[in-house]
Protein backbone atom coordinates (compact mmCIF):
# COMPACT_ATOMS: atom_id res chain seq x y z
CA UNK A 1 0.00 0.00 0.00
CA UNK A 2 1.27 3.10 -1.45
CA UNK A 3 2.00 6.32 1.72
CA UNK A 4 1.83 8.48 -0.85
CA UNK A 5 -1.18 10.85 -0.62
CA UNK A 6 -2.53 12.77 -3.62
CA UNK A 7 -4.48 16.26 -3.82
CA UNK A 8 -7.65 16.22 -3.38
CA UNK A 9 -10.58 18.59 -4.54
CA UNK A 10 -10.27 21.03 -1.11
CA UNK A 11 -6.37 21.61 -1.92
CA UNK A 12 -3.09 19.69 -1.54
CA UNK A 13 -2.95 16.73 0.83
CA UNK A 14 -1.03 16.81 3.97
CA UNK A 15 1.47 14.37 4.56
CA UNK A 16 0.94 11.67 6.90
CA UNK A 17 1.68 11.71 10.78
CA UNK A 18 4.81 9.84 10.45
CA UNK A 19 6.40 11.55 7.49
CA UNK A 20 5.80 14.79 9.38
CA UNK A 21 7.75 13.36 12.65
CA UNK A 22 10.61 12.12 9.97
CA UNK A 23 10.77 15.78 8.75
CA UNK A 24 10.54 17.37 12.49
CA UNK A 25 13.41 15.00 13.52
CA UNK A 26 15.25 15.49 10.27
CA UNK A 27 15.05 19.25 11.07
CA UNK A 28 16.33 18.88 14.40
CA UNK A 29 19.08 17.32 13.86
CA UNK A 30 20.38 19.74 11.25
CA UNK A 31 23.20 21.73 12.40
CA UNK A 32 22.43 25.54 12.73
CA UNK A 33 25.10 28.53 12.61
CA UNK A 34 27.69 28.78 9.96
CA UNK A 35 30.18 26.88 12.51
CA UNK A 36 28.29 23.89 12.24
CA UNK A 37 26.88 23.27 15.66
CA UNK A 38 24.68 26.08 17.94
CA UNK A 39 26.88 27.87 20.15
CA UNK A 40 26.20 28.70 23.85
CA UNK A 41 24.31 31.22 24.61
CA UNK A 42 25.55 34.53 26.63
CA UNK A 43 23.26 34.82 29.73
CA UNK A 44 24.30 37.21 32.80
CA UNK A 45 25.26 34.55 35.19
CA UNK A 46 27.84 33.07 32.54
CA UNK A 47 28.98 36.39 31.90
CA UNK A 48 29.24 37.07 35.57
CA UNK A 49 31.19 33.20 35.82
CA UNK A 50 33.25 34.29 32.67
CA UNK A 51 34.41 37.98 34.42
CA UNK A 52 35.03 36.03 38.02
CA UNK A 53 37.57 33.58 36.08
CA UNK A 54 39.76 36.43 34.33
CA UNK A 55 39.93 38.59 37.91
CA UNK A 56 40.97 35.14 39.36
CA UNK A 57 43.44 34.37 36.94
CA UNK A 58 44.54 37.70 36.89
CA UNK A 59 45.57 37.76 40.51
CA UNK A 60 47.11 34.34 39.78
CA UNK A 61 49.56 35.17 36.81
CA UNK A 62 50.48 39.13 37.82
CA UNK A 63 53.00 37.74 40.69
CA UNK A 64 54.39 35.72 38.54
CA UNK A 65 54.46 38.15 35.77
CA UNK A 66 56.22 40.59 37.95
CA UNK A 67 58.75 38.21 39.30
CA UNK A 68 59.68 36.71 35.54
CA UNK A 69 60.10 40.41 34.92
CA UNK A 70 61.83 41.80 37.66
CA UNK A 71 64.72 38.68 37.25
CA UNK A 72 65.10 40.16 34.02
CA UNK A 73 66.26 43.82 35.07
CA UNK A 74 69.07 44.87 36.41
CA UNK A 75 70.26 44.92 39.92
CA UNK A 76 70.07 48.56 40.34
CA UNK A 77 66.86 49.20 38.74
CA UNK A 78 64.36 46.48 40.81
CA UNK A 79 64.46 48.70 43.87
CA UNK A 80 63.11 52.00 41.74
CA UNK A 81 59.78 53.36 43.61
CA UNK A 82 58.21 53.85 40.25
CA UNK A 83 56.46 51.04 39.04
CA UNK A 84 57.98 49.92 36.07
CA UNK A 85 57.57 45.86 34.33
CA UNK A 86 60.72 46.64 31.94
CA UNK A 87 63.89 48.08 32.77
CA UNK A 88 66.17 49.78 30.39
CA UNK A 89 67.25 46.64 29.30
CA UNK A 90 66.73 42.87 29.32
CA UNK A 91 69.46 41.02 30.97
CA UNK A 92 69.68 37.19 32.52
CA UNK A 93 72.59 38.17 34.49
CA UNK A 94 70.64 37.63 38.04
CA UNK A 95 70.14 33.77 36.65
CA UNK A 96 73.75 33.98 35.68
CA UNK A 97 74.99 35.06 38.93
CA UNK A 98 72.21 32.19 40.96
CA UNK A 99 73.43 29.68 39.10
CA UNK A 100 77.15 30.33 39.76
CA UNK A 101 77.11 31.20 43.03
CA UNK A 102 75.53 28.09 44.18
CA UNK A 103 75.75 23.82 43.12
CA UNK A 104 72.10 24.35 41.76
CA UNK A 105 71.92 20.59 39.73
CA UNK A 106 72.86 18.78 42.39
CA UNK A 107 70.11 20.72 44.25
CA UNK A 108 67.71 20.04 41.67
CA UNK A 109 69.03 16.07 41.58
CA UNK A 110 68.36 15.81 45.41
CA UNK A 111 65.14 17.58 45.11
CA UNK A 112 64.07 15.68 42.34
CA UNK A 113 65.03 12.12 44.15
CA UNK A 114 63.65 13.19 47.76
CA UNK A 115 60.40 14.19 45.70
CA UNK A 116 59.82 11.06 43.90
CA UNK A 117 61.04 8.55 46.55
CA UNK A 118 58.37 10.63 48.90
CA UNK A 119 55.88 10.29 46.62
CA UNK A 120 56.07 7.04 45.72
CA UNK A 121 56.10 6.08 49.31
CA UNK A 122 53.34 8.17 50.65
CA UNK A 123 50.94 6.73 47.91
CA UNK A 124 52.03 2.92 49.07
CA UNK A 125 51.23 3.47 52.85
CA UNK A 126 48.57 5.65 52.07
CA UNK A 127 46.80 3.35 50.20
CA UNK A 128 47.73 0.19 52.62
CA UNK A 129 46.43 2.19 55.68
CA UNK A 130 43.29 3.81 53.45
CA UNK A 131 42.30 0.18 51.97
CA UNK A 132 42.37 -1.01 55.86
CA UNK A 133 40.45 1.47 57.30
CA UNK A 134 37.71 1.17 55.08
CA UNK A 135 37.33 -2.57 54.42
CA UNK A 136 38.63 -3.91 57.23
CA UNK A 137 37.00 -4.70 60.32
CA UNK A 138 39.32 -4.82 63.75
CA UNK A 139 38.94 -3.73 67.41
CA UNK A 140 39.52 -0.21 67.83
CA UNK A 141 39.28 0.52 64.47
CA UNK A 142 37.58 3.58 64.76
CA UNK A 143 39.32 5.15 67.51
CA UNK A 144 42.46 4.73 65.68
CA UNK A 145 41.42 6.17 62.72
CA UNK A 146 40.23 8.86 64.14
CA UNK A 147 43.30 9.25 66.17
CA UNK A 148 44.99 9.04 62.38
CA UNK A 149 42.41 12.21 61.41
CA UNK A 150 43.37 13.97 64.22
CA UNK A 151 46.82 14.16 62.85
CA UNK A 152 45.36 16.64 60.30
CA UNK A 153 44.79 19.33 63.16
CA UNK A 154 48.25 18.97 64.36
CA UNK A 155 50.87 21.47 62.73
CA UNK A 156 53.81 20.25 61.35
CA UNK A 157 55.59 22.98 63.34
CA UNK A 158 55.24 20.95 66.56
CA UNK A 159 56.46 17.74 65.70
CA UNK A 160 59.83 19.38 64.06
CA UNK A 161 61.78 18.88 67.73
CA UNK A 162 60.84 14.95 68.51
CA UNK A 163 61.46 14.24 65.15
CA UNK A 164 65.20 16.20 64.70
CA UNK A 165 65.99 14.09 68.14
CA UNK A 166 64.88 10.91 66.31
CA UNK A 167 66.52 11.08 63.19
CA UNK A 168 69.84 12.28 65.48
CA UNK A 169 69.58 9.46 67.43
CA UNK A 170 69.02 7.05 64.30
CA UNK A 171 71.70 8.89 62.60
CA UNK A 172 69.97 9.72 59.69
CA UNK A 173 71.00 13.70 60.03
CA UNK A 174 72.39 15.01 56.38
CA UNK A 175 70.95 11.65 54.36
CA UNK A 176 67.92 11.96 51.82
CA UNK A 177 66.02 9.28 54.30
CA UNK A 178 66.25 11.83 56.86
CA UNK A 179 64.31 14.18 54.65
CA UNK A 180 62.33 12.09 53.52
CA UNK A 181 61.17 9.07 56.07
CA UNK A 182 58.76 11.78 58.25
CA UNK A 183 57.01 13.44 55.36
CA UNK A 184 55.69 9.86 54.39
CA UNK A 185 52.95 9.55 56.75
CA UNK A 186 49.85 12.09 55.57
CA UNK A 187 46.63 12.01 57.41
CA UNK A 188 44.95 14.14 54.87
CA UNK A 189 46.11 11.52 51.80
CA UNK A 190 44.38 9.03 54.14
CA UNK A 191 41.24 10.45 54.55
CA UNK A 192 41.48 11.74 50.71
CA UNK A 193 41.89 7.46 50.12
CA UNK A 194 39.50 6.81 52.93
CA UNK A 195 36.67 8.42 50.95
CA UNK A 196 37.45 6.99 47.71
CA UNK A 197 37.48 3.41 48.30
CA UNK A 198 34.57 3.35 50.42
CA UNK A 199 32.65 4.25 47.00
CA UNK A 200 34.29 0.96 45.28
CA UNK A 201 31.78 -1.46 45.13
CA UNK A 202 32.22 -4.16 47.02
CA UNK A 203 30.74 -6.60 44.75
CA UNK A 204 34.02 -6.30 42.55
CA UNK A 205 36.26 -7.80 45.19
CA UNK A 206 33.43 -10.41 46.72
CA UNK A 207 33.99 -11.73 43.15
CA UNK A 208 37.33 -11.27 43.46
CA UNK A 209 37.11 -13.45 46.64
CA UNK A 210 35.03 -16.02 45.19
CA UNK A 211 38.06 -16.75 42.62
CA UNK A 212 40.31 -17.90 45.01
CA UNK A 213 42.06 -14.16 45.47
CA UNK A 214 43.32 -13.02 48.74
CA UNK A 215 42.98 -9.77 50.41
CA UNK A 216 46.56 -8.93 48.92
CA UNK A 217 45.84 -9.80 45.48
CA UNK A 218 42.41 -7.93 45.06
CA UNK A 219 44.12 -5.22 46.61
CA UNK A 220 46.69 -5.25 43.82
CA UNK A 221 44.64 -6.50 41.22
CA UNK A 222 41.42 -4.83 41.64
CA UNK A 223 41.36 -1.86 43.90
CA UNK A 224 44.31 -0.06 42.78
CA UNK A 225 43.47 0.13 38.83
CA UNK A 226 40.12 1.14 39.70
CA UNK A 227 42.21 3.98 42.09
CA UNK A 228 44.12 5.19 39.12
CA UNK A 229 43.04 8.67 38.85
CA UNK A 230 42.75 9.10 43.05
CA UNK A 231 46.01 8.15 43.28
CA UNK A 232 47.33 10.40 40.61
CA UNK A 233 46.33 13.01 42.28
CA UNK A 234 47.50 12.11 46.14
CA UNK A 235 50.60 11.95 43.93
CA UNK A 236 50.98 14.87 42.37
CA UNK A 237 49.92 16.77 45.21
CA UNK A 238 52.47 14.87 47.49
CA UNK A 239 55.53 15.82 44.46
CA UNK A 240 54.40 19.54 44.45
CA UNK A 241 54.80 19.59 48.81
CA UNK A 242 57.20 18.12 49.37
CA UNK A 243 59.28 19.63 46.50
CA UNK A 244 58.39 23.22 47.94
CA UNK A 245 58.69 21.59 51.70
CA UNK A 246 61.51 23.69 53.19
CA UNK A 247 61.79 24.17 57.00
CA UNK A 248 62.32 20.14 57.53
CA UNK A 249 64.84 20.00 54.72
CA UNK A 250 66.56 23.23 56.11
CA UNK A 251 66.77 21.44 60.19
CA UNK A 252 68.02 18.10 58.83
CA UNK A 253 70.56 18.69 56.32
CA UNK A 254 73.95 21.08 56.81
CA UNK A 255 75.66 19.46 54.15
CA UNK A 256 75.51 21.71 51.01
CA UNK A 257 76.06 18.37 48.53
CA UNK A 258 72.59 16.86 50.39
CA UNK A 259 70.52 20.17 50.40
CA UNK A 260 67.50 20.43 47.99
CA UNK A 261 67.21 23.27 46.00
CA UNK A 262 64.47 25.74 48.14
CA UNK A 263 67.42 25.00 51.35
CA UNK A 264 70.61 25.85 48.89
CA UNK A 265 68.56 28.78 47.29
CA UNK A 266 68.03 30.67 50.94
CA UNK A 267 71.42 29.78 51.53
CA UNK A 268 72.81 31.57 48.31
CA UNK A 269 70.52 34.77 48.96
CA UNK A 270 71.78 35.00 52.70
CA UNK A 271 74.87 34.52 51.66
CA UNK A 272 74.84 37.99 49.10
CA UNK A 273 71.76 39.67 51.16
CA UNK A 274 69.06 41.32 49.37
CA UNK A 275 69.48 41.21 45.62
CA UNK A 276 65.62 41.20 44.38
CA UNK A 277 66.70 40.31 40.57
CA UNK A 278 68.49 37.09 42.03
CA UNK A 279 65.59 36.41 44.04
CA UNK A 280 63.16 36.42 41.69
CA UNK A 281 65.04 34.27 39.77
CA UNK A 282 65.84 31.95 42.21
CA UNK A 283 62.12 31.99 42.85
CA UNK A 284 61.57 31.54 39.18
CA UNK A 285 63.90 28.47 38.97
CA UNK A 286 62.35 26.61 41.54
CA UNK A 287 58.66 26.86 40.73
CA UNK A 288 59.40 26.17 36.93
CA UNK A 289 59.51 22.29 37.60
CA UNK A 290 55.95 22.47 39.55
CA UNK A 291 54.47 24.67 36.59
CA UNK A 292 55.75 22.04 34.21
CA UNK A 293 54.40 18.87 36.46
CA UNK A 294 51.29 21.18 36.75
CA UNK A 295 50.77 21.39 33.12
CA UNK A 296 51.28 17.98 32.39
CA UNK A 297 49.35 16.21 34.81
CA UNK A 298 46.36 18.83 34.92
CA UNK A 299 43.89 16.42 33.79
CA UNK A 300 44.75 13.84 36.39
CA UNK A 301 44.51 16.34 39.23
CA UNK A 302 40.71 17.39 38.48
CA UNK A 303 40.09 13.79 37.76
CA UNK A 304 41.31 12.71 41.14
CA UNK A 305 39.84 15.88 43.00
CA UNK A 306 36.25 14.74 40.99
CA UNK A 307 36.44 11.37 42.31
CA UNK A 308 37.81 11.44 45.59
CA UNK A 309 34.07 12.25 46.93
CA UNK A 310 34.96 15.61 48.70
CA UNK A 311 33.53 17.82 45.56
CA UNK A 312 30.37 17.76 47.14
CA UNK A 313 31.20 18.25 50.56
Not at 82 to 94: D, I, P, Q, Y
Not at 103 to 125: G, K, P, R
Not at 145 to 169: D, H, N, S, T, W
Not at 277 to 282: F, G, H, K, W, Y
Amino acid sequence: MSATVKDGPGGPATAPPAARGTARARTARRPSGPGGGRRPRWTPGRAAVFAAALVLAALWVLPLAWAVATSLKPENETTRTSLEWVGSRLTFEAYEKVWASGDLAQWMINSAYVSVVTTALTVLTCAMAAYGFSRTEFRGRKALYGLVMAGIMVPPQVLIAPLFAEMVALGLVDTYWGVILPQVAVPAMVFILVKFFEGVPRELEEAAHVDGAGRWRVFWTVVLPLSRPVLAAVAIFTFIQTWNNFLWPFLVTTDPNAMTLPVGLVNVQSTYGARYAQVMASLVIAGLPLLLVFALFQRQIVRGVAHTGLAGQ
